[in-house]
């Protein structure tokens, strides 16, 4: 078994305003723990991902990195280093596999991450951490001026890393940027966060062909946030 996305981490100044914000956006209240390193922690079993929400010296809430599954790696997170800085980990995907026993109620099962997007100035060393190391794989990759330069899609366990890399950027310019959440039906879902209060702009047709978006405008920490129905 290969390289999966176990964990999407989301560092916040605040964990209770977060959590509550997030609690909105996903109608499900988050598991509370402490991570292994003594942090705070939320998490949000989605049905191809977790959410983990930590407490942290941080400015503003942000992506803060990935955790990804390699069973045979052990108990114990790793890191995995790069010239890229980013936060990237390895683990053997037990603390996901426990909080899956917990009741289905507190599970979103009709929720999954569609994408997260990584901005960065150098496309060779994504592909060559991404997939000659971690051996995740390069699904495509393309030139699209108007989209904001080279894309790269790298997918495992029905989840995509997609990169954006800009040749406008700094050279030292990595970072996680935002998420793509995805729903069977976005009509529906945008009517219930609407009337849970959530800001949400109005439908519209994806760049894919055959998907429909919507941008999330509030109660989502101002990491930018979309939502997708994928094509029928």
């Known amino acids: 078994m290969g390289v999966t996305f176990d964990r999407v981490v989301i560092a916040v100044p605040e964990l209770g305003i977060a959590v509550e914000q997030y609690q909105r956006l996903f109608l499900t209240p988050a598991f509370i723990s402490e991570s292994p390193h003594g942090q705070p922690t939320a998490r949000w079993p989605l049905r191809n991902t977790v959410i983990e929400m930590v407490q942290s010296a941080v400015g503003r809430p942000c992506v803060q990195g990935l955790v990804l599954k390699l069973p045979e ?5 790793q890191i995995v280093p790069n010239t890229m800085g980013l936060d990237l980990r390895i683990c053997g995907g037990q603390s996901t596999a426990d909080l899956r026993l917990q009741p289905a109620a507190a599970q979103c ?6 994408h997260v ?13 991404f997939t000659d190391e971690l051996g995740i794989r390069l699904a495509l990759d393309k ?3 108007e989209w904001g330069g080279r894309m790269l899609f790298f997918r495992a366990g029905k989840l995509t890393l997609e990169v954006i890399a800009s040749q406008k950027s700094g050279s030292n310019d990595n970072a996680f940027w935002g998420l793509a959440y995805q729903f069977a039906d976005l009509a529906t879902a945008v009517k219930d966060l609407v009337a849970r209060g959530v800001d949400v702009s109005a439908i519209r047709e994806g760049r894919k062909p055959g998907t429909f978006v919507a941008t999330v405008k509030s109660h989502a920490l101002e990491i930018p946030t ?3 129905q994928p094509p029928s």
């Open 73 to 77: 790696a052990g108990s114990l997170e």
């Open 109 to 114: 099962e009709d929720l999954s991450v569609d």
């Open 117 to 129: 997007v990584l901005r960065t100035s150098d496309a060779s060393a994504c592909i060559e951490l």
């Open 143 to 145: 030139t699209v001026p």
């Open 226 to 228: 979309l939502l997708i």
